[in-house]
């Protein structure tokens, strides 16, 4: 009897998990031949490639650079970094990472590099701060993070360094103030007097500074008003200085390399960018 019941138990338990199974497979598992409709899908190739980990087909002009040393009295330095498409589909270039913002490709994402050719892309680097640096870009290939990279060395010198050298536009008012001091290559301050002569374009004043504070220190006023009437007149395409963007209201000035003159031969211009926001 007890061998019988045990058997009964067992046939039991077996339809049971069966069943259990039969439900499963109906609502809640998959079964071999399911497809996960989060994965690439066949017709998508350039994101299938990706996903199982393919180098992508976009082969940059270079890995690494070394733009040696840049300074405030020049101003940015752009190079270009070229772009080509070894596959044999278009490869769009949706955007891009930078670890400082002095480092900036000239354009927006969203371009496409047809089979075969080369798209130049034009990175601008602006020094701040001093010493040696090294930035690097990744790129967004088809919506993905796994694009190319290229790493960008340099050192930034210069012999009278603006402090901010990116002024953006104050929250409050028009006016913001740039101080400037006589510099050594790597940042430390020199006691030696020079003289702000004024500013290309005119948009800013030039103050003095007490002989109490010491020598080797300079400032401007930055007036942002002046600017926005500046940029008016010009015009795009006017002065070169400015940079240009499109938003939804219109198309607004975006940047404006500012160029502080003195007299020291040594750094006869000083440049700061200037950002509308």
Known sequence: ?????????????????????????????????????????????????????????????????????????????????????????????????????????????????????????PIRVEPQGAGGKSQ?????????????????????ASVIRPRPSVVMRPTKGTLAIVDLERSAPDGAFIEEAFLILGTVPQVAKVFDVPPSMGLGLGGIEIDFAAIDALAKLEGVGGDPAFEWETTASGVRWKSLDLVVRTDLPACSEVHVTIKNG
């Open 1 to 121: 009897m007890a061998s019988r019941r045990t058997n009964n138990t067992l046939l039991v338990l077996a339809a049971l998990a069966l069943a259990a199974a039969g439900l499963y497979q109906q609502f809640g598992g998959t079964s071999g031949d399911d497809s996960d409709d989060r994965s690439p899908r066949a017709g998508n190739s350039a994101a299938a490639a990706r996903a199982k980990n393919e180098p992508s087909k976009l082969r940059l002009s270079t890995e690494r650079i070394d733009l040696g040393t840049i300074s405030h009295c020049e101003g940015a330095r752009t190079f270009e970094l070229l772009m080509t498409n070894d596959g044999t589909e278009p490869i769009t270039v949706s955007g891009w990472r930078a670890t400082c913002s002095c480092v900036s490709p000239n354009g927006k994402g969203g371009f496409a590099v047809l089979p075969g050719e080369t798209t130049a892309l």
């Open 136 to 156: 690097r870009i990744d790129f967004r290939i088809d919506g993905s993070i796994g694009g190319p990279r290229v790493r960008i060395d340099y050192v930034v």
